[in-house]
């Protein structure tokens, strides 16, 4: 009897984990597609009752709480994945691409996590991805590469505004990704290379 609940009861943490995967899954995509979808939509997509929905998220804000360290989640995977070997210049330019890809992809969905969380919840996602960064700069001022004349913190600070400002760009229509792919390199180099100046 015993081994009979056991298995029931792993049963429905399986079950609860699947929903609650589907869930945010589809708060992604409705989202992404729909910014004003309602927990209605997204219960629907899940394939999943509203009693459901409630029962692991209270409300529209407690989903977009989640769906924003699920993502953020994805992004350090992917990031933590990358090989940023060779010279500073290098990995930079491979954090870059990576990092700005998944921005991309992202953007709708980031789109409506900055409408409607606080500005600090999503300052404060940033953790490991922020670490990458000034990990990366540090290396880079060390072997003469980067430019110290500025603190890491602002260094940091630029490098997450110029990516969020151009996803921001694209977004509201008034660049294209193709004008970012092409001046994005460019324009993280100019401020950050080192001149007689400023090492």
Same mark, same amino acid.
């Given at each position: ?17 699947? &929903?609650? #995967?589907?869930?945010?899954?589809? *708060?992604? @995509?409705? !989202?992404? %597609?729909?910014?004003?979808?309602? =927990?209605? /939509? ?40 990358? &090989?940023? #070997?060779?010279?500073?210049?290098? *990995?930079? @330019?491979? !954090?870059? %691409?990576?990092?700005?890809?998944? =921005?991309? /992809? ?94």
């Amino acid at each position: 009897m015993l081994v009979a609940q056991g298995q029931r009861e792993r049963a429905v943490r399986s079950d609860s984990t699947r &929903n609650r #995967e589907a869930i945010l899954a589809a *708060a992604a @995509d409705c !989202l992404t %597609a729909n910014p004003a979808a309602s =927990l209605a /939509d997204i219960a629907l997509a899940a394939g999943v009752g509203r009693v459901t929905l409630y029962g692991h998220f209270s409300s529209r804000s407690d989903l977009l709480h989640a769906l924003l360290h699920h993502t953020m989640a994805r992004v350090e995977s992917e990031l933590a994945a990358l &090989n940023l #070997e060779g010279t500073a210049w290098h *990995a930079l @330019d491979t !954090l870059v %691409a990576s990092s700005w890809k998944l =921005l991309n /992809d992202l953007n709708a969905l980031r789109g409506v996590i900055e409408r409607e969380l606080p500005e600090a919840e999503a300052h404060n996602s940033h953790g490991d991805p922020r670490a990458r960064v000034e990990h990366l700069l540090a290396r880079g001022r060390a072997d003469g590469s980067f430019r110290k004349d500025q603190t890491i913190e602002w260094q940091t600070a630029c490098y997450f505004s110029i990516l969020h400002g151009a996803a921001s760009e694209i977004r509201e229509g008034r660049l294209t990704e193709a004008e970012v792919q092409r001046n994005l390199p460019q324009t993280l180099r100019l401020l950050l290379e080192a001149s007689n100046g400023s090492s």
